[in-house]
């Protein structure tokens, strides 16, 4: 079967959307997954195995103004393709600061103490990026077996379509090269010339209006 073909049967829902056509249950593990691919320096700073993080990940989807709440899923036949999350960037910083203190929520004095370390450390790594109107990616992944198959362009243009004529923002590892080119393709750019950070905004500008 063709890629095209898969591309074709797949669905772009909502979280709460795709719960009502999917299995909850299974779903969820697959989402928190890919979310959890896509920022793996992040989770990294929780001190729980790996095996716990996805349901930490997943607990976040239903908790309003997250950098996980109601993530945007690409759905067929129940299984979950992709996954991104998208919100102004005026909603960055605060909902950063509410996805940490539902994560801390869950964790004990000691590894909360010890997650806010990593957090504060970490932070400073960061490019920030200036709060607009403009649409934040902070998450975006595609399962290892439907890569290379357009489905992640599909998530960027969905967010550039529902967002109208404006730019798009994100943050990449400067170190990742191959998500860099990705981005590159797809009309992104490295927002400044500032080297220092381990973790670099890039932005998409909105496209040129034409007149008619």
Request: proline content about 6%; glycine content about 4%; hydrophobic content about 40%.
């Amino acid at each position: 079967m063709s890629a095209a073909h898969d591309r074709d049967r797949a669905r772009l829902l909502t979280y709460r959307q795709a719960c009502l056509d999917a299995d909850k249950a299974r779903m969820d593990p697959q989402v928190a997954g890919l979310l959890q691919s896509a920022l793996p320096e992040y989770y990294a700073a929780i001190p729980r195995p790996v095996e716990d993080l996805v349901g930490i990940v997943a607990a976040q989807f239903e908790v309003g103004g997250t950098e996980c709440s109601d993530p945007t899923v690409l759905l067929r036949e129940g299984e979950v393709i992709a996954a991104a999350i998208w919100f102004p960037c005026s909603e960055l910083k605060a909902r950063q600061s509410a996805g940490t203190a539902a994560i801390a929520r869950l964790l004990t004095r000691e590894e909360r103490a010890l997650f806010l370390s990593r957090l504060s450390s970490r932070a400073r790594s960061v490019e920030p990026i200036e709060p607009s109107a403009e649409p934040y990616i902070a998450r975006i992944a595609v399962s290892r077996d439907h890569r290379r198959q357009g489905n992640a362009e599909r998530l960027i243009e969905h967010i550039a379509a529902r967002s109208g004529i404006c730019g798009l923002h994100l943050h990449v590892a400067a170190h990742n090269e191959p998500a860099i080119s990705f981005y590159r393709k797809n009309g992104f750019a490295f927002a400044t010339a500032d080297k220092r950070h381990e973790t670099r905004a890039m932005h998409r500008p909105a496209p040129a209006s034409t007149a008619d």
